[in-house]
């Protein structure tokens, strides 16, 4: 069965750093674009960031442009969100997702694969 397992996470103070891991299991991983989305309490869930099967391209939300950075080493099958400069706003949970495309968007519906959730906590 194929799954996203996601690591990382947890409680930082603002201007600290974190780094989110996505490993997928079972079938190939290079020919999947990959995304982050977060959800904040009583919120949707928004895009974070995205990166296409090859890592070539990237893409980020306003909030996090400059911050944040989006990678993938796919001979370890696994995608990571390097979250810098941490802001109390970014406090969420965080979804990895797998869409079966070459590149995907900031359309939630475009990833038919996620994560189980991590939470992010930045305190001020």
């Known amino acids: 069965q194929v799954q996203l397992v996601q690591s990382g996470g947890g409680l930082v103070q603002a201007g600290g750093s974190l780094r989110l891991s996505c490993a997928r299991s079972?079938?190939?991983?290079?020919?999947?674009?990959m995304g982050w989305f977060h959800q904040a309490p009583g919120k949707e869930r928004e895009f974070v960031a995205a990166?296409?099967?090859?890592?070539?391209?990237?893409s980020y939300a306003d909030s996090v442009k400059g911050r944040f950075t989006i990678s993938r080493d796919n001979a370890k099958i696994t995608v990571y969100l390097q979250m810098n400069s941490l802001k109390p706003e970014d406090t969420a949970v965080y979804y990895c997702?797998?869409?079966?495309?070459?590149?995907?968007?900031?359309?939630?519906?475009?990833?038919?694969?996620w994560g189980q959730g991590t939470q992010v906590t930045v305190s001020s």
């Open positions: 079972g079938r190939t991983f290079s020919n999947y674009a």
């Open positions: 990166i296409s099967w090859s890592g070539s391209s990237t």
């Open positions: 997702a797998a869409a079966p495309r070459l590149r995907a968007g900031r359309e939630s519906d475009e990833y038919d694969l």
